[in-house]
């Protein structure tokens, strides 16, 4: 089979996506509970396994029947090393790029990789990963995983949009246009829906700084509060609002980002 894809830096840290990978597998977890063989596909791992073996320990304690991982490189230098952590049959490592080396996954992880593309590259790789009727989780984060975003796609077509930071050392949300994801950070210019998104967030947080004496999760929650009132279909609930996360429906970010 052909491999789609071209190789990346491989750059990669441990526990860079433990905010995706939570988010996963509360979010995503019904929906492999309700396979009969769930299987995860990790996208491009990088240079080193850990964040496959990651997401595989936070995968592990789902409901439902025993989540099977698999990590897809297109480098074959990186498959041969992450060999000696695989443990079959519900860890492997195979050589594989957007075509997946063939598999039908449940879900797709698939981080920082889009993003060392062109934007016109973006939609064939989302029609190749979600071809076969997987939920494909497609984003950008920084090196320490402290400012994430991310997309989710089916059918080719991006469904949600999700802003994560860690609140401790958020200074303000305007930072996370950074770490938007490849369909979207062109975009973020005046007069574009994400842009507008990004500044009545960042206006929000701002506007709720007195109650940064109450701890960042509060100051979070009510510039979320404000988005939503101001218009924005905030899709998520308070329980992830104070792990410093934001969903909203891609659909409100027009045709022209998609």
């Known amino acids: 089979m052909r491999v789609l894809g071209a190789i990346t830096r491989g750059t990669t840290n441990p526990n860079r996506l433990r905010r995706v990978d939570n988010w996963i597998a509360v979010t995503l977890g019904p929906v492999l509970a309700r396979a009969d063989a769930p299987l995860v596909v990790d996208l491009g791992y990088g240079a080193s396994p850990v964040t496959t ?3 595989r320990r936070r995968l592990l304690d789902l409901p439902g029947p025993p989540v099977r991982v698999v990590g897809l490189e297109i480098d074959p230098e990186r498959v041969a090393v992450a060999q000696p952590f695989a443990d079959p049959p519900f860890l492997e490592f195979r050589r ?3 075509e997946l080396a ?3 996954p449940t879900v797709v992880r698939a981080f920082n990789v889009l993003r060392q593309y ?18 494909l989780v ?4 920084d090196e320490l995983g402290r400012l ?5 796609v ?5 469904r949600t949009l999700t802003l994560a930071s860690r609140l401790s050392t958020l200074d303000t949300p305007a930072t996370l246009a950074e770490r938007l994801p490849k369909c979207l950070i062109h975009h973020n210019v005046p007069g574009q829906p994400i842009h507008a998104l990004l500044s009545t967030l960042d206006s929000a947080w701002r506007a709720a ?3 940064s004496a109450f701890g960042p999760r509060q100051r979070w929650r009510r510039a979320v509060e404000a988005t939503r009132d101001a218009g924005w279909p905030v899709l998520d609930r308070p329980a992830r609002w104070r792990l410093g996360e934001m969903t909203v429906p891609y659909s409100c970010l027009s045709t022209e980002s998609s």
């Open 53 to 55: 073996l990651e997401l």
């Open 96 to 98: 594989g790029g957007f």
């Open 102 to 104: 063939g598999l039908a």
């Open 118 to 135: 062109d934007l016109e590259a973006v939609p064939a790789a989302w029609a190749a990963m979600t071809a076969t009727g997987a939920v």
């Open 138 to 141: 497609e984003g950008t984060c």
């Open 148 to 152: 994430a975003s991310w997309v989710t």
């Open 154 to 158: 089916t059918g080719g077509v991006p």
């Open 209 to 211: 700084a007195p109650l």
